[in-house]
């Protein structure tokens, strides 16, 4: 019999990141995957690492993060192809500019100054590409990308070397209390620990259903594209809020487009069916955005198959039902920049009990609370 | 020519490649009255065994073969049949609904099939020997396609390398068209004989065996044929010798062209985009489709004929196309009336005859498919065989997770063409199999389409669609 100090179910950003900070302060965790660390939506997203454009609940989880990002080499002994050359939302039109100033201004109210209002001519500094119809938008400075499959694994390989036991392959198949452990049944054998981390991504809702916690998690699986080579032409992320696009050119030449149209998920085949007829609106408004992109070439489109839950933010804290678990899922499409500080936070939780980093409004009780039964259904 | 916007949004059957396979399977379902379509992006059908059958200037028929100018029957019957057949058409996406998209003259269309019969046929097997990326070397199929559509044989030195009947037959094109080759360097082991022995009787009894000696015959008697256990292409800016040898004995030649040719084995970037499930072929060293006896695949209503669902040959393609219209006509209209399928089931089975014994007997050897040090795996992206090697060590388990390390198979090409060297790699460096080590989540689009290409598939029918779902 396996016992370890915490059990991460879960191989992805969030994952290995929470056992990496467990392990780093001492405790023993078993993480439990069942395909290989990165094989779903932490290894193959756009790599944004993006504190722009956040619901106000998960604003301190990303600022604590990106104070990780920006010394991730430190952490995890590789740089994960982390570049910071800002993410620019652009607006298409005078009266998205206006919402986004309204925005801006409301953020700083509250204290948050990473997002700053940019006119006319500073987009045009920033991104010389974009077509000339766009009046301005928001940058925020800090903001980069990363490679993110290298960094799923380096978050992995560290977490081992600092202590931390990785199963690839291995299923959850039952939890159960036994005494004041938590018997986790597994594919490879049971294993006991007081506490589990469930980040267990477009899976996390089984792992919940097994404690009588049901959540109204959705399957979805956002697709990407990536181009060919082409001249270098763009430094930061771009991204759009009236149309669904991300655009960013990598140190390579290639460029990564997505936004966010929907593949078809079948996650128990681990399969995507791609929708061409988005993908190609994606084409018509980078074709509208970027004329010199029309002639690149599209080498691969892809999607990750990842949760997402109703109100779009993600489920991290405590287990309203059962002691000693925590959730940590639930992305809803922008976890990969979350993952550094969320498995900081998430190990300072369950070995101390608590954490300085306010994570309110992110519970997954407010599903309960809800009287809207369809919310309910897991 | 058929433009984009000629096509119908559905057919009973979309057939992929105009091969001995494809022409067969269309030819038949159309007869039977199915609504067919036949894609292939190459100017003309025939696929890499009848290229260029429909407009070929080598007038001579003796230079090509009889076994060559059978294909024009068969696209002169599919031609006839009422299939659509479409040229210049490249078929970038097939996914598990039986959706394809593809593209003409640079307009795309994603067209509903009812059935599909991938016939995609076979890629030549990556031969990485060190300088194989030099100008002045290219592989024997390329050679093969320029001689089938315009009539040209190399001049200047030109040295023919590696193994295979196709390597044979193409000596002896080139040498009938009036074209010099310097030598033939055999990498064929010697050993293989052994395995291939067991199978010698149903050879002698196949037509493969009278063919096949009657070309090794036609090409010694022209040119020295060498036995090799190494091959190195060897230059600066292009190829200047090549440097070969067997045991400690080294040669070198001057040379301006190489050629190099490893066998075949199937195209199965489609399939796998498609999700058909596959398995690793051990005697012939490729994955393959898994199929059933009609040639469906696991993906209902996609089906692979052809050397695409393993190497058989053009004779065999057919017959196997044939089967797998026959299954397609028999879903749709039942009542429909089609050749007796025992019948082609027991031309198909003499045409395996003799298969055994010439993948034994060809089967290349380990030094030519997992090659070391500083040698070229992954064009795209310049990736050596020691890199390959290092990161398996590092504890990389498939070709997939090496990607994040290596770019490997993150090029234009995707590891479309040189995937099954990696995964062959890896499985040698971390003392495992092929089947284990697996190959390239193939993803569309299958072939590079550019992005105007596909801001050109009609919008009505994305917003119909976006609302639908």
Known sequence: ???????????????????????????????????????????????????????????????????????????????????????????????????????????RLRGFTHEELIDRAELKRLVPAVADHCPGGVVSRRDGAADPFRTTQAFRRRAIEKGAEVLEGVTVTGLSKVGVNWRVETSAGPIEAPKIVNAAG?????????????????????????????????????????????????????????????????????????????????ARTVWELFPAMRAATIVRAWAGIEAFMPDGIPVVGPSSTSEGIYHQFGFSTHGFQLGPGTGAMMAELVATGSTNTPIDGLGIDRFSQRKDPSLRSG | MTKASDLAPSYDLVVIGGGPAGLAAAALAARAGLTTVLFDENPGVGGQIYRAITFSPVKDRAVLGEDYWAGAELAAEAKASGALIVTGATVWSLDPTRLVGVSIAGQARLIEAKRVIIATGSLERPFPVPGWTLPGVMSAGGAQTVLKAQGLVPNGKTVLAGGGPLMWLLAAQILRAGGKIDAVLDTTPRKNWLRALAHLPDFVLSPYFAKGLKLLREVRAKVRVIRVDRLEAVGDDKLREVVFGKGDNERRMPADLLLLHQGVVPNVNLALAAGVAHAWNERQLCFEPVLDEDFNSSVPGISVAGDGAGIAGGTAAAERGRIAAIAAVRALKPEASVPDLQIVRQKLQREAMGRAFLDWLNRPADSFRQPEGDTIVCRCEEVTARQVRDTADLGCEGPNQMKAFLRCGMGPCQGRLRGLTVTELIAAQRGTTPAEVGYYRLRPPVKPITLSELASLPIAEAERKAVER
């Not at chain 1, 590789?78 to 925005?103: I, K, M, P, Q, Y």
């Not at chain 1, 390579?252 to 997505?258: A, F, L, R």
Request: net charge negative.
């Open chain 1, 1 to 107: 019999m396996r016992t370890a100090d915490v059990v991460v179910i879960g191989g992805g950003i969030h994952g290995c990141a929470t056992a990496l900070h467990l392990a780093m302060r001492g405790l023993k965790p078993i993480l439990v995957e069942k395909d290989y660390a990165g094989r779903h939506a932490s290894g193959v997203n756009a790599g944004g690492v993006r504190q722009l454009a956040r619901d106000l609940a998960e604003i301190p989880l990303s600022i604590s993060s990106m104070a990780l990002w920006e010394h991730i080499e430190e952490l995890v002994g590789d740089d994960c192809g982390f570049e910071s050359h800002g993410t620019v939302l652009v607006a298409e039109n005078e009266t998205e500019l206006a919402s986004f100033r309204a925005r801006v201004e409301d953020l």
């Open chain 1, 202 to 282: 477009a899976w996390a809702d089984r792992i919940a259903a097994m404690l009588g916690e049901p959540v109204p998690l959705t399957v979805v699986a956002p697709m990407l594209m990536v181009t060919s080579r082409v001249a270098p032409f763009i430094q930061p992320v771009v991204i759009l809020r009236g149309r669904k696009l991300s655009f960013k050119q990598l140190g390579n030449g290639t460029v990564v487009i997505g936004g966010g149209h929907l593949a078809t998920p079948h996650r128990d085949r681990n399969e995507t069916v791609i929708d061409w007829d988005k993908l190609a609106i994606s």
